[in-house]
């Protein structure tokens, strides 16, 4: 049966890939971005590149949260969990991450008390059970996780726990996307927005990208179809002409988002006026810290917080790996110095960082998959 | 820990209402159903759960080809769910 599946999957795959080579400009060169590192995995896995027409390249934009996250928070986070009466608590992606004295894998070894936990819930427990302890939760992520920390802090407050606070490390894609849109490096053609995140933000923020940079954005899902039928539907807006949010991932992402999310959000957490992003550099507006009216759970104020600035090892580029400017195999490092096992840089960390993916699957020579164009007046 | 797991609600927790036990591919935990306030889930239903939390309800055909695109992913999906057995919901 799933062998049939695949089949079927895969002439439809063709099928697909031949409507867009009928939309392509004869001389045009098109850049694609996918925001979402999740894409970036599917891309790669499926080798989705090989069914595309030479003039079309998928560019792999900054939506890995753990490869935004700069190596000063990391030193930060070491910092807060080397206090004797912390418990730090963090997603085992954030574990490998390396900061200027290693990653919280090394810390760990050398004794410092740091948890792995699935759900930011499971500090709740922690900090039940270890009464004597403060426990700090590492909060990484986009949209997709933010409101799960909101949550977690709102059952915190309710259930009066008094020695749970939060590292809050939370982005938000928009800026992220406006910068890298404000480049000068990067010409792009349109976006493939994230999945997840957008089950939370809805379609609605992406309209600033349509409407003031006259560029597409399809919201996608993340099978290999979705991504391929995404393309095929920003394809089909320039070649019509067209700029405006489409939403492919419909069965998932509501047009308008989660708003019991969103309030979770806005009732816990606000804007910082800026934050640093790894290889990005400072951007504006583009993070999240707690609310005042929270500020016992934020362990930014409960704690010193050394907040130093640590430039990345001089090797690594995964600064433009992440705005799209370089292909990760393009990077000096990459699988030399730079592999999954001993990451210099975030993006070969997490497995939804583009050096991963790529080292990975190893795509780095792509073969096509022969498609019949099938031309058709947009 | 970005990644959206399909699971099924087996039962909502009696005295703790964001609360529902899911059958995540054989593995049984508790997560929050806080934020699907809007659209509660019932038994039966499928939920994508990030981190701990359902975040949108999805159908059983989503639930499948979610489910298949995470086998696939291989390493990634077993750390998460061997995260999720782990997990201290409560």
């Given at each position: 049966?799933?062998?049939?599946?695949?089949?079927?999957?895969?002439?439809?795959?063709?099928?697909?890939?031949?409507?867009?080579?009928?939309?392509?400009?004869?001389?045009?060169?098109?850049?694609?971005?996918?925001?979402?590192?999740?894409?970036?995995?599917?891309i790669y896995k499926h080798g989705i590149e090989d069914y595309l027409p030479e003039s079309i390249s998928l560019v792999h934009?900054?939506?890995?949260?753990?490869?935004?996250?700069?190596?000063?928070?990391?030193?930060?986070?070491?910092?807060?969990?080397?206090?004797?009466?912390?418990?730090?608590?963090?997603?085992?992606?954030?574990?490998?991450?390396?900061?200027?004295?290693?990653?919280?894998?090394?810390?760990?070894?050398?004794?410092?008390?740091?948890?792995?936990?699935?759900?930011?819930?499971?500090?709740?427990?922690?900090?039940?059970?270890?009464?004597?302890?403060?426990?700090?939760?590492?909060?990484?992520?986009?949209?997709?996780?933010?409101?799960?920390?909101?949550?977690?802090?709102?059952?915190?407050?309710?259930?009066?726990?008094?020695?749970?606070?939060?590292?809050?490390?939370?982005?938000?894609?928009?800026?992220?996307?406006?910068?890298?849109?404000?480049?000068?490096?990067?010409?792009?053609?349109?976006?493939?927005?994230?999945?997840?995140?957008?089950?939370?933000?809805?379609?609605?923020?992406?309209?600033?990208?349509?409407?003031?940079?006259?560029?597409?954005?399809?919201?996608?899902?993340?099978?290999?179809?979705?991504?391929?039928?995404?393309?095929?539907?920003?394809?089909?807006?320039?070649?019509?002409?067209?700029?405006?949010?489409?939403?492919?991932?419909?069965?998932?992402?509501?047009?308008?988002?989660?708003?019991?999310?969103?309030?979770?959000?806005?009732?816990?957490?606000?804007?910082?006026?800026?934050?640093?992003?790894?290889?990005?550099?400072?951007?504006?507006?583009?993070?999240?810290?707690?609310?005042?009216?929270?500020?016992?759970?934020?362990?930014?104020?409960?704690?010193?917080?050394?907040?130093?600035?640590?430039?990345?090892?001089?090797?690594?580029?995964?600064?433009?790996?992440?705005?799209?400017?370089?292909?990760?195999?393009?990077?000096?490092?990459?699988?030399?110095?730079?592999?999954?096992?001993?990451?210099?840089?975030?993006?070969?960390?997490?497995?939804?960082?583009?050096?991963?993916?790529?080292?990975?699957?190893?795509?780095?020579?792509?073969?096509?998959?022969?498609?019949?164009?099938?031309?058709?007046?947009? | 820990?970005?990644?959206?797991?399909?699971?099924?609600?087996?039962?909502?927790?009696?005295?703790?209402?964001?609360?529902?036990?899911?059958?995540?591919?054989?593995?049984?935990?508790?997560?929050?159903?806080?934020?699907?306030?809007?659209?509660?889930?019932?038994?039966?239903?499928?939920?994508?759960?990030?981190?701990?939390?359902?975040?949108?309800?999805?159908?059983?055909?989503?639930?499948?080809?979610?489910?298949?695109?995470?086998?696939?992913?291989?390493?990634?999906?077993?750390?998460?769910?061997?995260?999720?057995?782990?997990?201290?919901?409560?």
């Open positions: 049966m799933r062998f049939v599946d695949e089949f079927r999957d895969a002439e439809k795959a063709r099928a697909l890939a031949a409507k867009i080579a009928g939309l392509c400009e004869p001389g045009r060169q098109y850049k694609l971005m996918e925001v979402c590192g999740g894409h970036t995995h599917t934009g900054p939506g890995c949260p753990v490869c935004v996250i700069p190596m000063g928070r990391v030193d930060d986070a070491m910092h807060l969990a080397a206090d004797p009466d912390v418990i730090m608590t963090s997603f085992g992606d954030m574990m490998r991450v390396p900061g200027s004295t290693g990653s919280f894998f090394d810390a760990k070894a050398r004794g410092t008390d740091i948890r792995m936990v699935y759900s930011p819930l499971d500090s709740l427990k922690i900090a039940r059970q270890n009464p004597d302890k403060k426990i700090v939760f590492m909060a990484i992520g986009f949209e997709t996780t933010a409101p799960s920390t909101a949550m977690t802090v709102l059952r915190a407050q309710a259930q009066g726990l008094t020695n749970f606070s939060v590292f809050c490390n939370h982005v938000t894609i928009i800026p992220a996307i406006k910068a890298i849109l404000d480049s000068p490096d990067l010409r792009l053609d349109g976006f493939l927005g994230p999945g997840h995140v957008s089950t939370v933000i809805g379609c609605r923020p992406y309209e600033f990208i349509a409407r003031n940079y006259c560029k597409p954005v399809v919201v996608a899902g993340f099978e290999p179809l979705d991504i391929l039928q995404s393309i095929y539907l920003l394809m089909l807006q320039l070649a019509q002409g067209r700029a405006e949010v489409e939403n492919q991932y419909g069965r998932v992402v509501p047009w308008d988002g989660n708003l019991v999310a969103l309030r979770a959000i806005g009732q816990t957490m606000e804007l910082r006026p800026y934050f640093e992003w790894r290889g990005l550099g400072f951007i504006s507006h583009s993070a999240l810290k707690m609310r005042s009216s929270f500020e016992r759970f934020d362990a930014e104020r409960l704690f010193s917080v050394p907040g130093v600035r640590v430039a990345d090892p001089k090797a690594c580029q995964c600064g433009e790996v992440l705005k799209g400017v370089l292909k990760p195999w393009e990077c000096k490092v990459f699988g030399t110095a730079c592999t999954p096992e001993t990451p210099i840089g975030t993006c070969m960390v997490s497995p939804e960082g583009a050096c991963a993916a790529y080292y990975n699957y190893g795509r780095m020579n792509r073969q096509r998959v022969p498609v019949t164009i099938e031309r058709s007046r947009p | 820990m970005c990644l959206g797991i399909p699971g099924e609600v087996i039962e909502i927790v009696a005295d703790q209402p964001d609360l529902a036990k899911v059958d995540v591919s054989g593995v049984k935990r508790l997560i929050n159903i806080g934020l699907l306030a809007d659209d509660r889930p019932a038994p039966g239903e499928w939920v994508l759960i990030h981190v701990g939390f359902a975040l949108s309800k999805i159908d059983e055909d989503e639930a499948a080809a979610a489910m298949a695109f995470l086998e696939g992913i291989g390493q990634a999906y077993e750390d998460e769910i061997a995260a999720l057995r782990e997990s201290l919901i409560e």
